[in-house]
């Protein structure tokens, strides 16, 4: 089904079941032992998709899903998110070393952060996503008698709408430098509403502020490679479409966006990140090489514009 102004989901339907998806792809990453996210296949099996189920508990082996030598899959994915995850538990760990107190997870979906990660006592924690989204995610994690380890604020609101006046009035004090994460959040934006976001983020942000975003290239190439995989998926059970969720189109460079309001910003891109963990990484030639430029950007506010 097509995007809308308008649309919502919960963590079965639409966009919402990307993140069931990337908690399965964590489960999968945990039971390999790249990282530790001992929420994400409990979390999965409670949204109650069969086939992400099967994937987050091991029942599905990518070998018989995947597409041989194709850019994208069960296990591409399951190798992507093992890096991401990584390299922002070690980017929110730089941040709160750096004495920043307060950290914003933008469309927080399936995260479990707030719950597995080892806080500053003085942190507090804001998650921002569709209310049902984080409704479910904390009576799940409440029925498993999980705890929050840092004081957790949960902002129930559609990032479309005013999210900062929801978020400020959750708590979150624009004075104080923040550790801002969008992981896996502007692909799914349209190119405009991702200047927004960040147009947003820097208004509420003091020097000294970090942030966490991704720029995933969607070339012509790289979305035939997804549906293909979509597809396959399909064929072995996956009732919920995720063909055309995202938004196509020519975006501002992320990096070069960020410089211009004031971020010193530093790119990493995804192939180098596969390399250093001894992953396989799309080689030139490849109908995957375009993902060679797929990217991370860390940033840190320097100089905060003037209004």
Known sequence: MARTDDDSWDLATSVGATATMVAAGRARATRA????DRFAEPLVRAVGIDFFTRWATGELDAADI????????MQPMT???AVRTRYIDTFLDEAAAAGIRQTVILA???DARGYRLSWPA???LFEIDQPAVLAFKATTLTALGAQPTVELRTVPVDLRHDWPSALQAAGFDAAQPTAWVAEGLLAFLPPDAQDRLLDNITELSADGSRLFAEMFLQTPDSQ??????????YQHGLQVHLDGLGYPGERNDLVTYLDDRGWCTTRTYFSQLLADAGLPVPTPGD???????NHYCTAILTQRPHT
């Open 33 to 36: 032992g790249l990282i530790e």
């Open 66 to 73: 995947d597409i041989p030598d194709h850019p994208w899959g």
């Open 79 to 81: 190798n992507l998110l």
């Open 108 to 110: 927080s979906g399936l």
């Open 122 to 124: 003085d942190m507090t």
């Open 224 to 233: 035939q490679a997804m549906q293909a995989a979509n597809q396959r998926w």
């Open 287 to 293: 109908s995957a090489a375009k993902a060679n430029e």
